[in-house]
């Protein structure tokens, strides 16, 4: 347990709650962040992917630079500290899906700002990867995957050395709330900040913002005599990992809201392999596991605090684009609760309030 006066207590320790105690820590805050050993966390099964022109209409929002510029940075200090790199940068191949797509790329393709992201279609004979391309498709670049089982190992036993880190499984009833603190499991602090992910859905502070889980299911595989130079996306997504595997995902479940991988998953899963290959392939599937990601309705985050208890904040809604848009709005969420610098207005919960 903390020895020294808190600032701030982070409830979960993902992606967004590491990333925030990084950053308070490094702006001089005291915090303790309380994670239950990562039960619920959706991070830990996240293949960590960043596309910055997301979809079926390859969209890039209008705070793609400000993304990219800001996770650029953020991976490239962790990578510094702690000795290891965390991003991984390799192009995707983009597969068509209909023509439609090839519209959408155009139109992409046309945009000054965009230009840096994608290059020029393709024709299906052309497809530098073995994978079933009736439409054709495209390369696109700025694009990879964070390794975010070793990233989140990393920071946690850098919070634990640095006495930051209590291992438990926090109940929304042992949290207190007064007018000049709240307190968990014993410590006071000058706020506290949910980072935990679906659970959401059952905070009596948060519960009611229009968060919209998205259960996902992963797989990984040792596929024989094929080691793919892209991430490829088509109907799923294929990743090529340092240790040789494939990462093949994802489903896409709004109803069975669990961490339960299921048969039916896998065979969606490996169905869709097949789909976007020339020729099957054997495969062996070496790992199965699911996670809830917690999306919101109007696929930004959700950045805030409670109306009537101001102590209490949120940092949490950033479903499948996390590993993008985490750096950029961690640091913009520590400089608002160090500085008083303003929250982003997309992401600022007001604009439900």
């Known amino acids: 347990m903390p020895q020294t006066p808190i600032d701030t207590l982070i409830v979960g320790q993902g992606l967004a709650g590491s990333l925030l105690a990084w950053m308070l820590i490094r702006a001089g805050r005291q915090v303790c962040v309380i994670d239950d050993g990562h039960k619920s966390s959706s991070s830990t099964v996240a293949a960590g992917l960043v596309n910055p022109l997301a979809g079926m209409r390859f969209n890039r929002r209008p705070e793609m630079d400000d993304w990219l510029m800001a996770s650029d940075a953020c991976y490239d200090t962790l990578a510094a500290q702690f000795g290891r790199p965390f991003f991984h940068a390799l192009p995707m191949l983009r597969l068509f899906r209909s023509t439609d797509q090839i519209r959408f790329h155009t139109r992409r393709l046309d945009d000054p700002a965009s230009r840096g992201l994608l290059e020029a279609a393709f024709k299906p004979a052309d497809c530098p990867e073995p994978s079933a391309t009736p439409y054709g498709g495209f390369i696109q670049r700025r694009t990879g995957f964070v390794d975010m089982s070793q990233l989140l190992a990393c920071i946690r036993a850098w919070l634990r050395d640095n006495g930051a880190l209590l291992e438990l499984d926090l109940g929304h009833k042992q949290i207190e709330v007064t007018q ?115 999306a919101t309705r109007d696929r930004y985050p959700l950045l805030g605090h409670h109306p009537e208890h101001p102590r209490l904040w949120v940092f949490n809604g950033f479903g499948a684009r996390g590993a993008l848009t985490i750096p950029w709005y961690a640091g913009r969420f520590s400089a608002h609760l160090t500085r008083g610098m303003p929250l982003p207005p997309e992401a600022d919960i007001r604009r439900f309030l």
């Open 180 to 294: 000049d603190h709240v307190a968990a499991v014993g410590i006071k602090a000058q706020g506290l900040v949910f980072c935990d992910g679906a659970r959401l859905l059952s905070n009596p502070w948060f519960g009611k913002l229009p968060l919209a889980p998205d259960k996902g299911e992963i797989l990984n595989l040792q596929v024989d005599g094929w080691r793919p130079r892209h991430i490829i996306n088509g109907a799923h997504w294929i990743l090529p990992l340092p240790n040789g595997e494939l990462r093949l995902g994802a489903t896409h479940e709004h109803h069975l809201l669990d961490n339960e991988p299921t048969r039916a998953g896998a065979q969606e899963l490996l169905d869709g392999l097949d789909a976007m290959l020339r020729s099957s392939l054997e495969s062996r599937v070496l790992q199965h596991r699911a996670g809830i990601r917690p």
